[in-house]
């Protein structure tokens, strides 16, 4: 399939004298993206959108898509699965092929992707959005079995873990302990556990008011800490213990089959339900490819997306290392646009436009209860790092204002709802 440039692009790239790779670039280029997700599915729909020359591929497993965000209010009852689980068809008729199947190898030099049913793919520009893997073993004794027991609900692939935890909510008995293990940063979303913890809270309170919530923490301070607290003492006083590191928080080892959850000084907790939340890295796919460095994540220039060690490879989302940025779904959005648009730039034979990255992250507390942390982020004037802009971020205020926390859950709603549709076409 040949896209054409518009006229006016043509006429206006007219007086440059293209190598043949570049004039490729104007009249045909390939676009792969890998992984359907919160980045790799921003990048596909923005591409054919921003670029509609440019042929999109996007290679995604699921048919359906999970979104984790909004998993927790599954959690509390507040939403439906079926309100979080998006498919593809839009991006199809957005003009993406969408391939459902594993990419299983990239050959970064020969621009090739291998998927696991056998096809070959070959592209110009690769766009690498895989998320994370949870890091099985980290915890002694917490591996893919025993999360079909203590779930984690952190890659909510179908649904069935988050649904598995759901269950398992219903079916304690009042006056049961509910413990999660939460790991060290860096980790996929730094204000989700303490959002699953308020809406479980939000379920035990309306169904299990005896109930209690154990979180045992493996670090001392965590992302809009004094707001999440604010909001616990107001809204479930008594209902949740949260443990840090420096107080035997930090979980080294389960016994799924016990349910128990054990400290590192040796403090075993028995639970009725238990959510691990592991150690992770960036997914299988980056790790096998030679794209992660010894973090475990990919490293990447901070402007374009590429890779630091494969060139013609942007990894975005959760798998790259963001500095300052959180793991999110905003910030997997926003960067790969800019990833896009870079990888557009350097096949053109141009320089890669100016970059700002925004994320706003919602929690909710409550029902009608959310807070908020925005930051906008810019690549410092060397080029070697991401920074946040001085001045530009902050969090919700504090203190009793019922009317300000109804609104920021207004907006988490307004949020989700544009951004799975800047997402899913
Ligand atoms: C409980 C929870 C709540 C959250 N709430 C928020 C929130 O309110 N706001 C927010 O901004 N963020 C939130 N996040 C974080 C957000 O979900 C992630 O940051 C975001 O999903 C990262 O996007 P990604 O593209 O890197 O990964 P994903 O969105 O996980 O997408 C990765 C995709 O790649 C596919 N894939 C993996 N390997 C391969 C392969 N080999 N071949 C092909 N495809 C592959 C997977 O099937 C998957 O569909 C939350 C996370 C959790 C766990």
Redesign the pocket.
Known sequence: MTHLLPRRALLAAAPFVAAPSVLRAQTQARLLV?????????AANFARRTYPWLEVTL????RH?V??????LVLAGTRQIGQITHGYDGLRARGVRVVH????GIDPAARRVR??GGETLTYDRLIL????ALRWGAIEGYDEAASEIMPH?????DGAQTLLLRRQLEEMPDGGVVGLAIPANPF??P???Y??ISMIASYLKRHKPRSKILALDAKEAFSKQGLFQDGWAQLYPGMIEWVPANRDGRVTRVDARERVLETEFGTRHKVAVANV?PPQSA???AIEAGLTDQSGWAPVNPLTFESRLAPGVHV????NIPGPM????????ST?KQAVASAVALLRGEAPPEAVYF?????HVGEDYGISIVGVFRPNAEGTAIAEVTGSGGVSPRGPLPEQRRLEALH?DA??ES?TKDMFA
């Open positions: 890998i992984g359907g997700g919160f980045g790799g599915a921003s290679v995604e497993p699921k898509f979104t984790c965000p909004y998993g927790n199947d594993w990419a299983s998927l696991a959005s895989p998320g994370i609900g952190w890659v909510p692939g996929r979303c204000p989700g556990p959002e699953r939340i997914a299988r796919i975005v989302g959760d798998a959180p793991k999110s779904g905003y910030v997997a959005n790969a994320n706003t992250c919602y929690s988490a949020w989700y951004i």
